[in-house]
């Protein structure tokens, strides 16, 4: 597929990824994940209580939070000192809509992983390079709590993770960098399972309307992405999930 990029790649090509393991000495499960020139830090914390609405229930909870340091971007993003802004809650409901869906609730029992996501250089797919790191550093969580005999097997359904695509001068892309999403035509995040199944689709006319047919190629561009990230994925948690799920 041939393309126009300014990085050179192949409109269906990926950017260069690198997950490193086990980033954080403290955190039960932690990974650095590098998207091109995004970077993000995910870490996953261990918590023996559950929100209020799951006491006395046996199941258990994940959760995230979400932030972008102030010299991630081209200028100054002042700290949310205040309170967190729209963008930020969305993005961080939207990392922890992502692990629910392959979590096994009763098997984790009554606790809760808290998945916290640090954006240390942006250079777009911010959200989506979250969700995929924070699946490794959730299953190195879960794997740290079989060891202590919390379970025999760990409670995921599935792998889980998300890419971008857009359409930019008439043309689909697979992961969008920043000058590519902020002058798309269509910019839209594609979460999937490992199965290929979807988890979430958000999808916007940037500038002009979509059709149907171009929003099916879309969506085959991005299970293509996702299909080669959660391979990486497997790859990267061999050592832990031999048999993947």
Sequence with gaps: MASSRLDGRAANALRPITITRNYLCHAEGSCLIEVGRTKVICSASVEDKVPQFLLNTGSGWVTAEYGMLPRSTHTRIPRERAGQGGRTQEIQRLVGRSLRAVMDFKGLGPRTIWIDCDVLQADGGTRTAAITGSFIALVDALMFLRRAGAFVQPP?????AATSVGVLDGEPRLDLTYDEDSRADVDMNVVMTGRGLLVEVQGTAEHRPFTETQ????????KQGVAQLVALQRKTLADVLPNGL
Excluded at 156 to 160: G, N, P
Excluded at 215 to 222: K, P
């Design 156 to 160: 995921l359904k599935d792998f889980i």
């Design 215 to 222: 929003l099916q190629d879309l969506l085959g561009l991005a």
